[in-house]
């Protein structure tokens, strides 16, 4: 598919749409994409490859975005699929795509656009480096960076300046230096290849904060939502691209307001999620509002005003009805029992965890938002375990908490963090010091993968509350290896 972001494509590659994967559609079954895509980053680990598999990618292959895979995803791909080739699962061959010279791994010295496309023309799509796939990092360079090289324009900067947490490439620094942060007005509009652009710089900020944290991510983060609004000042070439441009933005905003939120920054969280919420309702997108209203009761409940956490929930509620994912209404109503809870209404919030674990019961659909891959049943009962904690149950708070830790999904690092902290804090305060003790030890041993202030804070109360008990078993060791953490800022 020519990009309608660089010149026209010359009468001899006329514009077509994507041919949909049937093949690889076939392959992923019954199974959701967000499944799916947890099958293909397990099966990643089992070789060693490291790759960001999510719900989203698994649709672009599905949907014949992705005509060929990076490397890192035909090795995993192939690993899955013993005994068949790329074309077998439904992909073009390699040499076969456009605007990229047919390589053998590990060859070098095939330049950016080689392979018989002109400079400027049609350039078909091409599956960007995966940002863990280190093989090949230096050379192959993702079609959003080429094309900024080709036109040079302020908007394809900031596109190419979404890569993982806004850190642009020399090249391309070096073109704009100020290119984040000052970004001139584009000479032309933005067009698909930078709504791509901002599509990716969100899903890797999600992947990023699911395995490491928010800390060290958050500030970094700030740059790509700079340039995700500038380019959405400087307009799309079609309705549909502006459409995404927005949509996108708006995550982007979500995300980085999560990534505030985690790391207790919860004013400039609220500034964040209030932006998504105004671009949602500019544009009308029911998805990303409900999306938005999700991330604000979470916010309310954790910063102390749990009765607006439940109307912000109920209106989440409200505006998500009619996009038919039970999924989404399940996890909604998670966010208005974790209100109900912070109100210290017990029956209330009964009533509304009840309803999000028969809404989970009818299981995944089409209609599931691709931001809800990290919502399953480890998260239900990680949620659920809050909710018992906040209404001082430890003994059911810390059973679902050791269900939460038990049944995640090892890519969620951080995640697996949290509900063992919580497993940690619920055992201290229910007077079972020993287990608490072995828990929170199990969660040191995982900040050096997660920085996330919300988990820290959690260990520190442990450690407030097991000060007591320092005699019992492991108590001390906890304590001593607490003790030594650096402190937070």
Sequence with gaps: MASSTVNAAPASQPNRPPRPNLVFRQLRGARSPAEFAALVRRAAREIGERVSCDARYIGRVEAGEIRCPNYAYERVFLHMFPGRTLVDLGFAPRSAVRGRAARVPGARGAEPGAGGAEPGGGVEPYEPQDPYDTH??????????????????GATVAAASLGPLGLAPDAVASARPAGLVRLARPARRVGTSEAGALEEAVRRIRVLDDRHGADGLYRRAAAPLRAAYALLDAGAT?????DRLHAGAGELA?????????????????SHYAEALATARMTGDAGLEAHAFCNMAFLARDAGRPREAVRAA???????????????????????????AGLADRFGCEQALARAQALFDRGPSDADPEWMSFYGEAELAGLEAQCWSTLGDWDRAARQARRAARLQDPHFTRNTALYTAELADDLARGGRPDEAAAAGLTVLGLLDQVQSSRVQSMLAGTARV????????????????????????
């Design 136 to 153: 090949h990092h230096d050379h192959e360079e993702s079609d959003v960076l080429r094309r900024a090289f080709i036109s040079g324009g």
């Design 238 to 242: 079609r309705q549909a691209t502006s």
């Design 254 to 270: 979500i995300s980085v307001g999560w990534l505030a939120h985690d790391s207790g920054r919860f004013e400039d969280a609220r």
């Design 314 to 340: 109920q209106a989440a509620q409200r505006v998500a009805r009619p996009l038919g994912s039970a999924r989404l209404m399940s996890l909604l109503a998670l966010r208005e029992a974790g209100g109900w």
């Design 466 to 489: 097991l000060l007591p008990h320092r005699r019992a078993s492991g108590v001390g060791a906890f304590l001593e290896r607490h003790a030594s953490l650096p402190r937070m800022p």
